[in-house]
């Protein structure tokens, strides 16, 4: 990843819940506050395999879903798409990602909004995408932000998700549940990842079609990761504040703990479905 592509956010641009201490904020808050800028489960080469699976183009209209510190955003506006729209409610967010380089050939908006009732045109968009952000809500929420997609995509547009998911797709529903609440008291936000069986169903119950799907492990605090996230730079970085920091320190290797513990039945999964 460039530099260019790593610097998502500049000195001194507001975080979400800077205003809180490192044992209360959520725990993807927590790492943007110790630089992390990638914080999708799998990382920045499943977000390029999402935009590639989805065929960015020129002539596409483009919606993301809560877009965070814009690194996807950065990626996807990269290839140079017709228009752009950002919808996030976080003004704070929006308000940092409005500062995002516009390529020239695009017409870029931020929106303030929910992604689950937009306010957007119903087939406005050929391609939407969101990252990380399904995980964290209860099965209702899930399915209207995926009929929300489905309202926004004219016929025969592209729908991608990257998110966390437990393995195998047969994994026993007793351990599921306890993934889920070990992941929840770690983060401090309700997490409840799906098997990717489920996740195909969620997206084919709404009448998309799935056409592209992969897993890769979810390695989101390991060195190997970081690195290849944030650049050895950045990733040191990260380790330095971490050092001056305890109390960010202690949350974080929580973080990990957990990740490591339950690392055989965690992965993160990307998919693309074709709205019919």
Do not use: N
Request: charged share 25%; net charge positive.
């Amino acid at each position: 990843m460039t530099a260019e592509g790593r610097q998502q956010v500049r000195a001194g641009d507001p975080l979400p819940g800077a205003g809180l201490d490192a044992e209360r904020m959520p725990g993807h808050w927590l790492l943007a506050r110790l630089g992390k800028r990638v914080l999708r489960p799998g990382g920045v080469e499943l977000s390029r395999w999402m935009l590639d699976a989805l065929r960015v183009e020129p002539a596409d209209q483009v919606v993301e879903l809560a877009p965070g510190l814009g690194a996807t955003a950065r990626l996807a506006l990269s290839r140079g798409p017709a228009g752009y729209v950002g919808v996030d409610r976080d003004s704070a967010a929006i308000a940092t990602l409005a500062r995002l380089p516009r390529p020239a050939a695009t017409q870029v908006r931020w929106h303030t909004g929910d992604a689950a009732s937009t306010g957007l045109p119903g087939a406005s968009a050929s391609v939407v995408y969101g990252e990380a952000m399904l995980t964290m809500q209860p099965e209702p929420a899930k399915r209207r932000i995926v009929a929300e997609a489905h309202r926004l995509l004219g016929p025969a547009g592209r729908y991608g998700i990257h998110e966390l998911c437990l393995v195998p797709g047969d994994l026993d529903p007793v351990l599921a549940e306890e993934i889920r609440a070990a992941l929840s008291e770690a983060i401090h936000v309700g997490a409840r990842p799906l098997t990717v069986p489920q996740w195909r169903d969620l997206l084919t119950g709404a009448g998309f079609t799935v056409t592209a799907e992969t897993t890769t492990p979810m390695h989101l605090l390991e060195p190997r990761r970081l690195i290849a996230d944030e650049g050895l730079a950045g990733a040191l970085g990260i380790i330095s504040r971490m050092m001056r920091d305890a109390p960010s320190r202690r949350r974080a290797l929580r973080m990990r703990g957990v990740f490591r513990r339950y690392r055989a039945h965690l992965a993160a999964v990307g998919l693309v479905a074709v709205r019919a």
